[in-house]
C-alpha cells in the first residue's frame, strides 16, 4: 500500500474447525510484531487487532480502524477475527506461546486468566493520560483491575433483563413495569399462563447457557458468586432457593417441561418462545431486546432484573466487553492511543454503534442516541438508567469461572428432567466446585 497505514483483515469462517480465515498471513501474527523503539520514540508502529464476531462485525470494526488511520498515518494495524470459540481457543494457544495480539477484546471471563499469568500489559500508566476513563463510570477501571494492575478497560456493557409480550400481558390485565420482585415475577408468569392456548408465562433460567441472571439474585442477598480469591463465594442455601423457585413454577406448569425447554433453546432466537408467542416472559440479557423485537410483530418490552425483598440496592453489575493489550506488544503507545479511540471517540462509535452492547462511556452513549431507533434508545436508556444505582465492586472471575457455568446448567438440567433432587443436585454441584476452583 502506498499509505504507511494499512488494514489487512482476516476474515473469520463459520465454518466447522475454522480459527481464522486465510490470507497472505495464518493465523494471528500476534504480540511483539510491533517497532518497539518507533513508537516509544513516536516513529512508526505496527499493531495487530483482534476480535470475534461475524463478517458484519468486522466491516465496521474495519471502517473504524480505517477512521483511526487517517490521524495515525504512522501506525500499520492487521485485523482478525473469528467465531467466538475457536477465537477463545485460538487466544489460550497464542497466550500460551507469548504471541497474543497487540490489541485484543476479551471477555470478563478470562481477564483474570491471562492478567495473573503475565499475557496482559498493565495499562496503569497510560489511564488518563492517554486513555480517558472519566466517562466510565466507577465500574469501568474496576472492570479490569486483576491485584494491583489495571489489565482491560470496557468499550461496551450488556445488562441483564427481562423481556415481556406485553400484548399478551395486557390481554390479561398485568403491567409489566410492576415486575419488582422475584415474587412479582412469579405472580404475573403464572396469571399469564395459557395451558389451553400453548402459552407458558415464564422461560427456565435454569437451563439457559448463561447464569448471570442467578448472580444478581445472589448480589442481591449481600452475596457473590465467587470469592476475591477466585473461590466459590456462594451461599449453598441460595443456589438451591434458586433452582427451587424455577422448579416450583416448572412443576405448576408456568414453565415448560424441560424438552419443551431444551428444544427451543436450540432454535435460537427465531424459535424462542418469546418470539413465537408461546412465553409472556423470559430472563434475558439487555441486548437481546433488540433482536427479539426484530423477530416478532408483538410488543416486546425491556424491563429490570425484579430484585429479591430486602436486597441491599447495590448489587447492579454489568458484564463489560474488555479491551486489552498484550504484555509482548511492540508498540504500547500506539495500542493505548487505539484503546482511547475505541473508548472514546465518538465518530468511530457512530460507526460501530451497538454491535458489541452499549459503549462503556456515558458520553459516547449520548452521543449515539439521535441516531438510534426506538428499540436500540430504549436500550442504551435501560443500562445508562441501571449504570445510575448504587454498585459495590465486582469480584473479577476465576479461572474456573467458565466450567463452573456449564456445571450451573449441568444442575439445571439434572433437576428440569427429574434426575436429582435440588438438594441432591447443588450438593454435587457445590462438592466438584471445590475440585476447579480456589478454596480462596
Known amino acids: 500500500m502506498t499509505s504507511s497505514f494499512s488494514r489487512r483483515s482476516f476474515l473469520g469462517l463459520s465454518a466447522a474447525g475454522a480459527m481464522f480465515g486465510i490470507s497472505s498471513c495464518a493465523g494471528f501474527s500476534g504480540g511483539g510484531g510491533g517497532n518497539s523503539d518507533g513508537d516509544r520514540s513516536g516513529g512508526s508502529a505496527s499493531l495487530d487487532v483482534s476480535w470475534w464476531g461475524d463478517a458484519s462485525r468486522a466491516a465496521l470494526y474495519d471502517e473504524a480502524l480505517d477512521l483511526f488511520g487517517e490521524t495515525h498515518s504512522d501506525v500499520t494495524i492487521t485485523s482478525q477475527f473469528a467465531d467466538l470459540d475457536p477465537y477463545l481457543e485460538r487466544l489460550a494457544t497464542t497466550a500460551a506461546a507469548g504471541s497474543l495480539p497487540d490489541v485484543l477484546w476479551m471477555r470478563d471471563t478470562h481477564i483474570g486468566r491471562y492478567a495473573a499469568a503475565g499475557s496482559l500489559l498493565d495499562l496503569s500508566p497510560y489511564l488518563d493520560e492517554v486513555i480517558g476513563t472519566s466517562a466510565l463510570g466507577d465500574a469501568g477501571v474496576a472492570s479490569g483491575t486483576v491485584g494491583d494492575g489495571v489489565f482491560a478497560l470496557p468499550t461496551h456493557y450488556v445488562g441483564q433483563a427481562i423481556l415481556t409480550n406485553d400484548d399478551l400481558l395486557a390481554a390479561k390485565g398485568i403491567d409489566p413495569n410492576g415486575l419488582v420482585t422475584w415474587t412479582d415475577l412469579a405472580d404475573a408468569a403464572t396469571a399469564s399462563a395459557d395451558g389451553a392456548a400453548g402459552i407458558w408465562g ?164 449520548e452521543s449515539l442516541i439521535p441516531l438510534l431507533n426506538e428499540e436500540e434508545t430504549a436500550f442504551v436508556d435501560q443500562i445508562s438508567i441501571e449504570m445510575e444505582y448504587p454498585s459495590r465492586p465486582f469480584p473479577i472471575r476465576p479461572e474456573g469461572a467458565e466450567q463452573f457455568n456449564s456445571a450451573l446448567t449441568r444442575t439445571g438440567e439434572e433437576i428440569a428432567y427429574n434426575q436429582r433432587s435440588v438438594s441432591e443436585a447443588v450438593a454435587t454441584l457445590v462438592s466438584e466446585a471445590h475440585g476447579y476452583l480456589p478454596e480462596a
Do not use: C
Request: charged share 20%.
Open 202 to 365: 415464564l422461560q427456565d433460567a435454569t437451563l439457559d447457557t448463561t447464569h448471570r441472571h442467578l448472580e444478581a439474585f445472589i448480589r442481591q442477598s449481600g452475596g457473590e458468586l465467587f470469592t476475591e480469591g477466585g473461590g466459590l463465594g456462594a451461599d449453598p442455601a441460595l443456589l438451591e432457593e434458586w433452582f427451587e423457585y424455577w422448579k416450583s413454577l416448572r412443576d405448576a406448569g408456568v414453565v415448560p417441561p424441560a424438552d419443551t425447554t431444551t428444544e427451543a433453546n436450540a432454535t435460537g432466537w427465531s424459535g424462542d418462545l418469546l418470539t413465537v408467542g408461546k412465553s409472556t416472559i423470559r430472563l434475558a440479557s439487555t441486548n437481546h431486546f433488540k433482536i427479539v423485537q426484530d423477530l416478532t410483530d408483538a410488543k416486546i418490552g425491556l424491563h429490570s432484573v425484579p430484585a429479591a425483598a430486602g436486597s441491599t440496592n447495590d448489587w447492579w453489575f454489568f458484564p463489560p466487553i474488555l479491551l486489552s493489550v498484550a504484555a509482548e506488544t511492540g508498540s504500547p503507545d500506539a495500542a493505548a492511543a487505539l484503546m482511547d479511540f475505541f473508548i472514546n471517540d465518538t465518530d468511530a462509535a457512530a460507526i460501530t454503534r451497538l454491535n458489541q452492547g452499549a459503549p462503556s462511556s456515558a458520553a459516547v452513549r
